[in-house]
């Protein structure tokens, strides 16, 4: 038997009266002919998609695309202009901050509040109070009305009410990047665990929560649902329209023939990239071989170990002349988390203008970070400006996959070993 959809959505529409003043709203109450004094603005076009019990779905898409506009619908707080919705199992939404709290109220009041929403009675939620205490941790403060509230105080009872009313449906939206990093911490180790049994859907800008947990993303663009399916994927081709860059595969051995730019030197020993890979970029530049060498035997590898030295070799085709070029590359994890990152901006190195026609080859010469072991990988960047303000020509995701060799004490976890460190047993 097929897993039960928690939530089926379709065709879902939701249309905005936009007036350009207030006074035209009363304008068109009182209208005896009618007359339409707004305009339609569809903040949710048509949207179909179904969720299955259990599974953790992402939504990403830009500032005003509709994100909030589904959530609200979804729970109930807004209605639809068309389309069906069915909801099976009881949602839990830590919506924009405050909603479903009373300001005037306490916080030890507006968890009874809260409680009664969802469908419980004073004594079940008795039972839930010290669990929701524990969770939130803002102490005597519980006992004050919500308005004298920090914002991240107001998060941290606002998330502990909402996972600890035992939701089928948990949904979060934007408002946990409020909480400090440790409570941010907490709430996602919580989640972590709640997405084992329930259906999760969140709302954030940022993509390697959406790839860590989410099994699957829908990116939803001014009000289309635009993309639905691999969170990996998709975050690839939305990353790339936020810098307003195009997302393409690239052959890259078909392009580096057909340029057919070859003079021998030190660019014959880098590898061309040959496999269909990701890319982002204008295609004012082209990264077009990559090779990871061990810098004390000069050997190319892809087997590393943490501390070692190597040199990254990238070589760039210019299609057309760059000012400010910056050259750089991230290490990423399997999940596509960047583990870090450098460039020749930041290494203070101000590149001269690049040419097209030339063959450019650049170096970096670094001590390979003290990684657990597993894969890695590689991703080269061309870009133009300033770390604060560039344009991406070309970042190739993932173009060399590394094997990191574990180091005898594989066993511990974290994607950092220490280096260096001293034990001693003082007394
Ligand atoms: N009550 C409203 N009346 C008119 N327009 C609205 C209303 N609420 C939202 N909108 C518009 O609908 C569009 C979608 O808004 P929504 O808040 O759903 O976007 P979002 O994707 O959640 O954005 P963000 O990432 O900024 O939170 C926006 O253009 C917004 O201006």
Not at 262 to 287: R, Y
């Amino acid at each position: 038997m097929g897993q039960m959809n928690a939530i089926e959505v379709k065709d879902l529409t939701k249309i905005y009266k936009l007036y350009n003043k207030q006074t035209d709203r009363l304008k068109e109450t009182l209208s005896l002919s009618k007359k339409k004094y707004h305009k339609d603005f569809k903040a949710l076009n048509r949207i179909s998609f179904n969720v299955k019990t259990g599974e953790c779905l992402g939504i990403i898409g830009k500032n005003g695309s509709g994100k909030s506009t589904l959530l609200k619908i979804l729970t109930g707080v807004l209605t639809p202009t068309s389309g069906a919705i069915d909801v099976t199992g009881k949602i839990s939404a830590l919506l924009e901050l405050g909603a479903g709290f009373n300001p005037d109220l306490t916080g030890m009041e507006n968890i009874y509040l809260n409680g009664t929403i969802m469908g419980y009675s004073h004594s079940e939620m008795s039972e839930k109070v010290d669990g929701i205490l524990a969770f939130a941790d803002i102490g005597e403060f519980i006992h004050q009305p919500v308005k004298s509230y920090s914002s991240g105080m107001f998060v941290r009872l606002a998330f502990a009410v909402a996972i600890n009313v035992e939701p089928d449906i948990l949904i979060i939206d934007e408002a946990l990047s409020v909480g400090d990093l440790r409570f941010q911490q907490k709430c996602y180790r919580k989640i972590d665990e709640l997405k084992k049994t329930k259906t999760v859907l969140f709302v954030t800008h940022d993509l390697s929560v959406i790839n860590k947990y989410c099994d699957r993303v829908l990116w939803i663009n001014e009000g289309i649902l635009l993309e639905d399916g691999d969170p990996k994927m998709i975050s690839k081709k939305y990353q790339a329209f936020m810098i307003g860059a195009d997302f393409k595969k690239i052959n890259f051995k078909e392009q580096v023939e057909a340029a057919g730019s070859v003079v021998p030197g030190i660019e014959d020993e880098i590898d061309s990239l040959n496999d269909e890979l990701d890319v982002m970029g204008d295609d004012k530049a082209m990264i077009t071989g990559i090779s990871l060498l061990d810098s004390i035997t000069g050997e190319k590898t892809s087997v590393v170990e943490g501390n070692q030295e190597l040199r990254l070799l990238l070589k760039i085709d210019v299609l057309q002349k760059l000012e400010d070029p910056i050259v750089g590359f991230s290490i990423k994890d399997r999940l596509g988390t960047i583990i870090s990152q450098t460039n020749s901006y930041v290494l203070g190195s101000d590149l001269a203008t690049l040419h097209p026609n030339k063959n450019n080859v650049f170096s970096f010469d670094f001590r390979f970070p003290n990684l657990n072991h597993g894969q890695y990988t590689i991703s080269p960047a061309i870009a133009s400006g300033t770390q604060e303000d560039h344009r991406q020509h070309s970042w190739v995701h993932d173009a060399l996959v590394l094997q990191v060799l574990p180091l005898g004490y594989e066993e511990l976890s974290g994607i950092v070993h220490l280096s260096d460190v001293i034990f001693s047993s003082l007394k």
